[in-house]
């Protein structure tokens, strides 16, 4: 090929954003044109939508202008919705124009899943994108500056209804239950009128904490006033609220918001890949079967992790992580050298309960090489020998070799 | 019931050994009875054995007497074999007696699993105990001593050739780079005459390590001699040596090791338990299904991880927090109280490749709460907004705000 290859990203969230970042500094001008295209002229960061949606974030701190860390002399970026891809022409077909590419880098989110809640659709907000969030701020500031206003305003008119207690939905919680008693004061309303109800279908929140975290969040909220509802169904979402349980209870509430699911980005089925819970179920080099110049990353990627036969989380930290790897293949297929494949390196998940309070793991994981691994290894017998017979024990046979 | 409960312990390995050791703490002699029953008056280090093979420890720096650490007036010590559990009286038949019991701890060990591979349980050494593993190290003087007294000695009968690429495979070599060479020297042999062969059939060695890992690993071998054979098949073991592949090759070798497979203790499945991999599958609270007085700890137990749908590894360092977790089950059940669930605490993994090198990786699991994950939470926010664009984008539109 006589012309420069030229590199599509698709999507300017974590994995997108990172991708041509790094694609930037690793290749030339000479070497590659890389095109990103995004809806907007902007990204956002998903894991601070939840304060967008509370309001207890300024909403321009949780996005950042494109053109403010890609520099546009050596990207170009398109401004556009992607309709689809066409793999077999190697086009992308964007609503005002299409775009061909040498490779493709899909990185366009997820979307929200409903798993087919009768009402949900219609009747919740979501915590899917910028615009969803500040709707759901405005929604609620509303319904409480409406509140004294209407003479048979019902108190659950204040109520804010959160479905999922996974991860999104309890950080969401943790911002209302700073904000909605700042609403109370600004809009001269008694702070018990207004509930913060969570509902979850699972016997626990946050099932990927262990216990001693789970306990220290549930404690947290409700010490707030939080209310979290845990191992109830929801059966029915209404313009009321939601309908719940064996009894079909209606709880009712003037906001309600579903942040129970995720699947990967429509515009995957659309254009024809296979996929696994929304996905695709991208090779260990990231790349979708059968198409050596697709790479899928961040929430449209479902990775496995091979030695645990399980798919890695679907984090930022993850995608993150695919961009780097995303991007040294691409170097190496430039470069005709092998692929390399994609290992998550866990850091750990901390999860904010409001600005003051929070929890989670950190994990640090430090790779040991020779004699300090060799010392390490010794370290750890000593310390059973330690745990088992004191220090005389240690004394007697602890592995004091020298080295 | 009038009389005090009587708690028995049977396998004096990490599980059972911190079991017991607790239960003296844990409970008073008012409270129970402690009985732990053991083949041997000694406890070994499994986690030291292929230093006891390979002959580069002293041998008795990798066992304790069980005496020296566990008070016989609080503890009594039955030095037998255990031929089955009978379940249905609550009984465990000794080779030479009967014990009955109130609640039973099963912490019996691995027993090594050929997968069916012809001829490896006759022709093959195995690392399984404290006697097995010093026979392989007399083996192998034997051969060195031997090998410049007999006019027809085959040069192969130096080679020493392990089968199984895994934790203890890779260690043991590691210790026979740094022990054959001191044999050589000590019997007046040529270095290049004695072979070092680990067989893998998997593609790499070391599959739970990352590939930064094990290609140290296996260059630090491979440097100093070893010989590693990945995804090569062994067919049958004959007194020869190993046949492997396609073509039915045969490797010949003085000393044959098989390392490649463990399973849970025999004893399990005599004694009626159901199996997965020859391992009891227990509760979450490490009980046996449908046994309420019955733990099975260590390599006897396949715990899963629920949260991820896979069982933790079976190592050394699990079963010692299995002791943890089942001491204090079986106070709860002495005193009516609600069990606790089992949770893997992994603390990371170091081999040694020798005495002087070795590789793996620490983890250090923190967990926070309140200001501090708070905190944390917005440094990992800051530091994305670092990575994607440097100090100006981190002063624009980090997250310090005050708390």
Redesign the interface.
């Given at each position: 090929m006589n012309t420069k290859p030229r590199i599509v990203v698709l999507g300017a969230g974590?994995a997108g954003?990172?991708t041509t970042?790094k694609l930037m500094k690793a290749l030339s001008p000479e070497e590659a044109e890389i095109v990103l295209v995004n809806k907007h002229n902007y990204h956002y960061?998903t894991?601070?939508l939840h304060e967008v949606a509370a309001g207890t974030i300024n909403q321009n701190?949780a996005r950042?202008m494109i053109r403010?860390?890609i520099n546009p002399n050596r990207v170009r970026i398109i401004y556009d919705t992607v309709v689809k891809v066409d793999k077999e022409e190697s086009q992308v077909i964007l609503e005002h124009s299409e775009l061909s590419y040498d490779y493709l880098v899909i990185s366009l989110g997820y979307e929200t899943n409903t798993f087919g809640i009768k009402g949900m659709d219609e009747h919740a907000f979501f915590i899917e994108d910028f615009d969803s969030c500040r709707l759901i701020r405005e929604h609620i500031e509303y319904q409480f500056a409406k509140f004294n206003n209407d003479l048979e305003a019902d108190e659950s008119s204040l109520s804010i209804l959160v479905g999922g207690g996974g991860f999104t939905g309890i950080e969401f919680v943790g911002e209302l239950v700073e904000k909605v008693p700042e609403l109370c004061k600004k809009y001269d309303i008694d702070r018990g009128k207004a509930k913060i109800i969570n509902v979850e279908a699972a016997p626990s929140i946050l099932?990927?904490f262990?216990?001693?975290?789970v306990s220290?969040g549930r404690k947290s909220l409700q010490e707030r006033g939080a209310h979290i509802l845990e191992g109830v169904r929801i059966n029915e979402c209404t313009n009321e609220g939601f309908i719940v349980g064996d009894d079909n209870e209606l709880i009712k509430a003037g906001t309600i918001v579903w942040t129970g699911g995720v699947t990967g980005n429509s515009i995957l089925g659309k254009s024809g890949f296979e996929l696994t819970k929304g996905k695709v179920t991208v090779n260990g080099d990231l790349r979708a079967p059968g198409h050596d110049n697709i790479f899928v990353l961040g929430d449209c990627a479902w990775v496995m992790n091979k030695?645990?036969?399980?798919p890695y989380p679907p984090t930022?930290q993850a995608a993150?992580q695919h961009a780097t790897t995303c991007v040294t293949n691409i170097q190496a297929l430039i470069h005709n050298l092998p692929l390399e494949?994609f290992?998550f390196s866990d850091k750990?998940t901390?999860?904010?309960?409001?600005?003051?309070?929070?929890?989670?793991?950190?994990?640090?994981?430090?790779?040991?090489?020779?004699?300090s691994?060799?010392a390490?290894?010794k370290v750890?017998?000593d310390r059973?020998?330690f745990?088992?017979?004191g220090p005389l024990?240690l004394m007697k046979?602890g592995?004091i070799?020298p080295?």
């Open positions: 974590y954003m990172m970042k960061q894991t601070w701190q950042i403010d860390v099932p990927t262990d216990n001693d975290l220290y030695y645990e036969n399980r930022a993150m494949e290992t750990g901390v999860a904010s309960l409001g600005v003051t309070d929070g929890m989670g793991t950190i994990l640090i994981g430090k790779k040991l090489y020779g004699k691994a060799a390490m290894k750890v017998d059973y020998l745990l088992l017979g024990l046979k592995k070799r080295f």
